[in-house]
């Protein structure tokens, strides 16, 4: 999944460089096997013909997408409970934010709904949170990209916590099909494993589900179709 923005330029060369960027396919980057987001900068020189893409000088993260803190990140990755009003600045500075992407706010919206339901165990607002990113997917996002798979998982938890079960089963099984397409789709091993992993974390959560509904069968047919 690429999100790209405009930072300097005639705005219609501006949308032909977001455009054939966009088209840019990524190994995806991963720290301890797992994957990371990545934020970069490339500068496009259409005084050539054709176009010449090259490396700028190195920019800063709020050069490459303002708004954005990476302390929030940080936070979730490091399990920091003070990251709360961190994310919510961010989302807010990306709400009003008029140059922010479909992508950028689908983000910051996931990450805050992550930390409430982490930290504040605020569930419902969680979930408004996911909703949000949610509608948003459609945008950027193919329902074989892992993102996708997680806004789901995220809101089947919220959904879990409020006792709301039958909307949890129903993104449980999103998540779970989801980040199966993304596995197959990856075209790399390291990474098709870690997805893998994943999809079984999403089904112990959903099974677990199923058990304490009494729903046995459901739950055998979800385990046969995963295997």
């Avoid at 709904?113 to 504040?120: C, I, Q």
């Avoid at 304490?212 to 069968?217: F, L, V, W």
Wanted: charged share 25%; aromatic share 8%; with cysteine.
């Amino acid at each position: 999944m690429v999100s790209t923005r405009g930072l300097d330029g005639p705005p219609e060369l501006q949308q032909a460089a977001m455009d054939a960027i966009g088209q840019w396919k990524f190994k995806p980057s991963s720290v301890n096997g797992q994957p990371i987001q990545m934020g970069s900068a490339v500068l496009v020189d259409f005084s050539r013909n054709p176009a010449v893409v090259q490396v700028p000088k190195p920019m800063t993260a709020a050069q490459i997408s303002p708004g954005f803190q990476f302390k929030c990140f940080d936070g979730l990755l490091h399990q920091d409970s003070t990251s709360v009003g961190i994310c919510r600045q961010q989302l807010d500075a990306i709400s009003h934010d008029s140059h922010s992407t479909s992508m950028d706010r689908f983000t910051a919206l996931d990450q805050y709904g992550l930390v409430l339901l982490e930290y504040t165990h605020e569930s419902q607002k969680a979930a408004e949170q996911f909703s949000q990113a949610i509608a948003l997917a459609p945008e950027r996002l193919k329902s074989s990209d892992a993102e996708w798979a997680y806004v789901y998982w995220h809101r089947a938890a919220a959904e879990q916590q409020l006792g709301n079960y039958a909307d949890a089963e129903k993104d449980f099984g999103v998540a779970e099909n989801s980040l199966h397409d993304a596995e197959k789709a990856i075209g790399n091993e390291k990474m098709a494993a870690y997805y893998h992993s994943l999809l079984k974390d999403i089904m112990k959560q959903h099974v677990a589900l199923l058990e304490n509904e009494k729903k046995h069968d459901e739950e055998q047919r979800l385990l046969a179709k995963f295997e």
